[in-house]
Structures are given as C-alpha cells and as structure tokens.
C-alpha cells in the first residue's frame, strides 16, 4: 500500500511526492541564483537615483534632471525606484512559493530590510545631523527620542528638526521614504499567500490590472484620504503606483512559464516604453508594462559584459540608503561645486558604504539565517 502522501499524477511512469517536488524545485532555484543579471540592475537603480537626485539637491530645479529634460514625465529616480519595486515583486513572491510559512518569510524580510536600515537611520540623526545643524546642542535638546524609535521601527525617512538649514530638501535621507511602501507590499504578498497557491495568479493578475487602471489617475489619487489612511497605506498615490509595480514583478514570476523573454520582442518593448515616456499620463503605465518587460529580458538574458557582476557583493541596498545623505553633505560643504562633479564623488562614497554595510551589518544578519535554517 503507498504512502498517503504520494500524489496520483505520474510523472515519467514514476510517483513523486509534493514534498519532493518542492525540494527539487528549491535546489533548482540555489543552483540558478546567481544566473542571472539582477545584481546588476539593483546596481544600475541605485546609481540611477543619486543621478537623479544631484540637481534638484543643488538648486531644486528639477527640470535639470536627464530624463526629465528629455521626456518631461519620469525622472532618472522614478524610474529606478518603480523598477526596483517590479524586481522585489519578482523575487519576494518567489520566496514566498518556495517557503509558504509565515513565520520564516517574515524573519527573512526582516533580517534582510530592517539591520541596515536602521543602523542608517540612527547614523543620520545622531552622527550626521549635528554637523547640519546651527546648534548641535539645541538639536539634541529639541530631538524627541522617542519619535526617532517609532520612526524607524515603522521604516520611516527621519523627519528631525533643524537639519540643512536654507537649502532645498532640507531632510537627512531622501531616499528613504520608499522603504515603508515595500514592507507593506510584503504584508500583501502573506495575506494573499494565506489565500493559498491555488489562487495566487488569479489574485496577483487582478491586483496588477486594478493598480494599472489607477496610474493615469496619480493626482487624482494624492487627494484621496479616508480614516487609518496613513497607518495602512502612508500616501494613496505612491502605494497605489509602487503596488502596481510590484504587482507587475509578482506576475512576471508567476506567469514566468508562458511569457518567453525574447531580444527582439525586447526590442520592440523598448520602442513603445519610449513613446509612452512622453505622455504623462501613458509613462507609468509603459514602465510598468513594456518598460517591465526589458527589465525582466535583461535579468535573464545571456549578456558577457554582465557576467562579471553576478559575483559582486549586493551593495545596492547600501548604496540606496547612502546616497542621498552623501550628497548632501558634499552640497552643504562645497555648495559651489559642480553638480556634475559631485555626483560621481558621491556615488563612490555611497559605494564605500554600501560596501561597509553589506560586510559589516546586512550579510552578518542573513548569515544567521542560514545558520538558523541548517539546525532547523
């Protein structure tokens, strides 16, 4: 008599079990993991933003950023961080199929999110603001500690007082804000994996197409505002905009198997993302669509310029929570400083740190994980 745990489907004249499926697929995914470009890309992002965020820093002109002088629609930094979004999307409900547990997806994306940010956060409002600031000493005394523990275990950018007095975007990290948005898309990817795997296409393709019909409607959406709105969702607009995205990544993993990634379809896929890119209200829709799929063409294509940055460590991370705070810094003390020189200045610098970051705070915690999952 078999085993009430064998399924009755044959494969191949033989009978395989659910559990040995899925340890076949797991070593299947470890064994491609570095096959692809992803690194490269959350390198690309990164850099991307402290491009983007280098003129408007200096004068808060945005007109002057790249992109945005040639399309007028998206900047270098919109782009970059919605990309990020479809690329956590791919990967984050990859994780969840692979381990459909609570408990275990919950600690990865805390060990993975939470140690560099916060030891970011803590580095701008108590290394790096005093030195911003007219007063060190008035700004401790007006510093509430406790809003600084509620603000960064809620992932939040540190709102303090008195920081980069009389220049535009007087804030410590820019660049955080986008953090909080990506926790809440992971809370949505365990609520709509506890629905269970049978539905998670059908879930996440209706999730895609109904944020996709809101992106032509962004401002109509910033003014949308109901009781608890910005505990659940923060800004209506940006959740909205980013889930889209996210759920763009979502769906490219789970319809991985019926959508070939092909270079003259990525071709083609290019030519409409530029053509919506001058249509405001078109921009983040062909990102989100055509612009997703040379995304996901370039992470799996075979491309040998690339192949040297698949053994590279993953400092994108710390390179997007260093940028801004670097290139501030560089803009308060050397104000008359080219832009254009100070960008690549502080791209390096935020790779020293990412670098620190991912050695010294973010790869120690995922070893842990590991450690914890061997004993297990």
């Known amino acids: ?31 491609n993991a570095r096959n692809n470009n992803f690194n490269f890309l959350r390198l690309l992002f990164a ?125 410590l990290n820019g660049s955080m804000w986008s953090i909080a948005y990506e926790a809440r898309c992971y809370v949505i990817v365990v609520l709509i994996g506890l629905i269970g795997l049978r539905w998670q296409k059908s879930i996440w393709l209706t999730c895609l197409v109904g944020t996709l019909l809101l992106l032509p409607f962004n401002e109509q959406l910033s003014r949308v505002d109901f009781i608890g709105r910005t505990q659940l969702i923060i800004a209506t607009h940006e959740f909205f905009r980013l889930l889209a995205f996210f759920s763009a990544g979502a769906c490219f993993y789970l319809f991985r198997n019926i959508i070939p990634l092909k270079g003259s379809w990525a071709a083609g896929a290019a030519i409409v993302l530029l053509a919506t890119l001058f249509q405001p209200q078109l921009a983040s829709l062909g990102l989100a669509t055509a612009g997703g799929y040379v995304v996901f ?65 973010e790869l120690p915690f995922l070893k842990r994980k590991k450690v914890a999952a061997a004993n297990s």
């Open 297 to 361: 063409w370039a992470a799996f294509a075979s491309i040998p310029l690339l192949d040297s940055f698949k053994r590279f460590d993953d400092i994108s991370y710390g390179i997007y929570l260093y940028g801004w705070p670097m290139q501030k810094l560089l803009n308060w003390y050397f104000p008359t400083v080219s832009v254009w020189l100070l960008i690549p200045i502080a791209l390096i610098l935020a790779i020293g740190a990412g670098y620190a970051s991912w050695h010294l705070i």
């Open 47 to 171: 850099s991307l933003v402290l491009l983007s965020h280098g003129p408007e820093i200096t004068d808060g002109n945005r007109s002057r950023e790249l992109l945005t002088r040639v399309f007028h629609t998206l900047s270098f930094g919109e782009v970059a961080v919605n990309c990020f979004f479809m690329l956590s999307g791919y990967l984050i409900v990859q994780s969840w199929q692979q381990t459909p547990d609570v408990w275990q997806f919950a600690k990865k994306r805390i060990r993975r999110i939470y140690p560099g940010f916060l030891f970011a956060f803590l580095l701008c409002v108590l290394v790096i603001a005093p030195f911003v600031t007219p007063s060190a000493a008035a700004y401790y005394t007006n510093l509430s500690f406790r809003a600084v523990v509620a603000m960064g275990l809620q992932l939040k950018d540190p709102t303090v007082p008195m920081v980069f007095p009389g220049t535009h975007y007087p804030v």
């Open 1 to 31: 008599m078999r085993n009430s745990t064998f399924i009755s489907k044959p494969v191949h004249n033989t009978y395989v079990t659910e559990r040995h499926l899925l340890i076949a697929e797991k070593k299947a995914v470890v064994s």
